[in-house]
Nanobody, 125 residues
């Protein structure tokens, strides 16, 4: 069984940076694609970024392109989301997710079947 745990969220001023981490435990996720999503109250989870098993393919939502970078360290069983030039509209709970045996999962939340608990990111206006 794979468990995912996010960390690194917090309160940051507009224009600042944060790095979110997603740590996998239970088994290696080196052959699985991973995605980051975010959610605000009353809204569905929104795609943020995705990375394939090797790190060679990365995808971003238009709203974060050029500001966020997804990466992974398969030796550490970790996936990261570096967020820069943060805006108030980036405020949300951020989740990492993966799917058993799937090298690249994609941009849709329903394609993922393993989720972390989430970490709150707050950028005051």
């Amino acid at each position: 069984q794979v468990q995912l745990m996010e960390s690194g969220g917090g309160l940051v001023q507009a224009g600042g940076s944060l790095r979110l981490s997603c740590e996998a435990s239970g088994r290696s996720i080196r052959s699985y694609g991973v995605g980051w999503f975010r959610q605000t109250p009353g809204n569905e989870r929104e795609f943020v970024a995705a990375i394939d098993w090797s790190g060679g393919s990365r995808y971003y939502a238009d709203s974060v392109k050029g500001r966020f970078t997804i990466s992974r360290d398969n030796n550490k069983n970790m996936v990261y989301l570096q967020m820069s030039s943060l805006k108030p509209e980036d405020t949300a709970v951020y989740y990492c997710a993966t799917r058993y045996g799937t090298p690249l999962v994609g941009l849709k939340a329903d394609g993922y079947d393993i989720w972390g608990q989430g970490t709150q990111v707050t950028v005051p206006s």
